[in-house]
């Protein structure tokens, strides 16, 4: 008992404990792991939006564009397949004045609608903004065809396409779905997408400096973007593309903090909105151009992607606390910067430590590609000056041994049909994949460049008449 007494006197007569540190405010955190970020990748310009309910957390922008000014909350920056949202929203709002039926087929609305295969008349709106059309990738190569110019071009383009399924029984992401959406909001609006968008979603969320293009000609030079080769962000101009309604909107971080607090308060009526977020039976994580899913540590959330060659965007609601997070990076989808940011905010968010990734594995395969090409250079080079000595020693059928120094030019040649297998029917053009993987892309031209000039200097040294 006594022990007791004076032991409450001595705790008693000790001066406090230090109050633990207080937490940062979220806007120093999100601050210094942006910059970290930025530090241990090399990404040139990156701008984050963050909300909670109706009020703006945190708008701000970091690094420069391409064209090397400072990217601020108002420089407009493309935000890529993003755009779905805007465009479903589009076609939510005609479908609340009652100018569109979800589940009435679009030829109802759009007549040009038409394609070479008799199911593409089934395809109702819903089916569009769902992405179960039955359009896909494997049926209509959307990406290596001769791009259109404009809505129109892009709806028209499918006359000789077919159904990779029957619509409304799988899904399949397949940007020209959002094309024809788009192309349907202009015949039923009666003017260009563009302005319909300014008019009806753009304006009356209070975001002014947003808009949406066609192709990649269209992007001003903020919205350009880079690659990494050898760990050093280059900037270049974004491949030949088409992406209105489906990857076309540019926006700012101050626009997008009005974007993402109009989501909490609901863009359209309450059946609206849950029409917006209700996913199809064949894929419950893709709504109307939203998809749904769960953070870390188990929050709902709504969220949508965007991937460029040259740069990335991601969105993020959380409908239970209220957040709403945009970023939008100026480096391509071959990296995620966009992406991976998200990730980290979110952390944060959710009051955990955002790791802060290396570039490490992608330096160091640069490197080795880099390091093959000169080799392959080198010893090219040492066999084409050695091609009399060769063809001095192989002689009728010997020189079948030739052959197997074609198989970069037929790797070269075949690259986009071998990818499209390995991404199980994704499509690309042969530059987007050299802006995919651009010191391999680099490594197989100049192989088979340096393959074939080999093999040319040793048949033409065979040809030649031996000197006595």
């Not at 540190?21 to 990404?43: C, F, H, K, Q």
């Not at 984050?48 to 564009?65: D, E, L, M, S």
């Not at 002014?208 to 760990?231: C, E, F, K, M, N």
């Not at 151009?289 to 949508?304: S, Y």
Request: charge should be positive.
């Amino acid at each position: 008992m006594l022990r007791t007494v004076v032991t409450a006197i001595c705790l008693a007569l000790l001066p406090p404990a230090p109050a633990p540190p207080a937490a940062a405010p979220l806007p120093a955190s999100v601050d210094a792991y942006v910059e970290r970020y930025r530090a241990a990748t090399g990404l040139p310009g990156v701008a984050v939006a963050i909300t909670k309910g109706t009020t703006v957390v945190h708008a701000a922008g970091y690094g420069r564009t391409a064209a090397g000014e400072p990217v601020t909350p108002d420089t407009p920056m493309a935000m890529a397949s993003v755009s779905k949202s805007f465009t479903a929203l589009a076609v939510m709002r005609l479908a609340e004045r009652g100018r569109v039926a979800l589940d009435q087929p679009v030829r109802r609305y759009l007549p040009e609608f038409t394609m070479a295969d008799p199911r593409a008349a089934r395809i109702t709106v819903r089916q569009l903004l769902d992405q179960t059309s039955g359009m896909a990738d494997s049926a209509f190569r959307e990406k290596s065809l001769p791009q259109p110019r404009t809505l129109q071009g892009a709806v028209a383009r499918l006359r000789t396409a077919r159904l990779a399924t029957d619509p409304g029984t799988a899904f399949s992401y397949h940007n020209t779905n959002y094309q024809v959406a788009a192309r349907l909001v202009e015949v039923v609006g009666g003017r260009p997408f563009a302005d319909h968008l300014r008019e009806n979603v753009f304006l009356p969320l209070g975001m002014r400096h947003s808009r949406t293009i066609d192709t990649d000609r269209d992007l001003p030079p903020s919205a350009r973007g880079h690659l990494y080769v050898l760990g050093r962000a280059v900037a270049l101009p974004e491949p030949a593309g088409f992406g209105n309604g489906s990857g076309g909107v540019l926006s700012t971080a101050a626009d997008m903090a009005r974007w993402l607090i109009a989501q909490q308060a609901g863009p359209l009526s309450p059946r609206g909105v849950e029409e917006m977020r209700t996913p199809s039976r064949s894929n419950p994580e893709y709504a109307l151009g939203w998809m749904i899913g769960r953070t870390p540590r188990g929050a709902r959330v709504l969220e949508h992607g965007g991937d460029l060659f040259t740069s990335t965007a991601h969105q993020l609601v959380m409908p239970d606390s209220g957040y709403g997070v945009a970023v939008m990076a100026n480096t391509g989808m071959a990296y995620a910067d966009a992406h991976t940011l998200m990730d980290g905010l979110v952390a944060l968010i959710e009051g955990d430590a955002p790791p802060v990734p290396t570039t490490l594995p992608s330096l160091l395969t640069d490197v080795f590609f880099v390091l093959l090409t000169l080799v392959t250079v080198v010893l090219a080079a040492r066999g084409a000056a050695r091609a009399r000595r060769w063809a001095t020693r192989r002689t009728g059928w010997r020189r079948w041994c030739l052959l197997p120094y074609l198989a970069p030019l037929v790797v070269c040649a075949t690259v986009v049909p071998v990818h499209r297998v390995l991404a199980r029917g994704r499509d690309a053009a042969w530059l987007q994949l050299a802006y995919l993987y651009p010191t391999f892309m680099v490594w197989l031209v100049t192989a088979a460049a340096a393959c074939l000039v080999l093999v040319l200097a040793r048949l033409w040294c065979a040809a030649r008449p031996r000197r006595g």
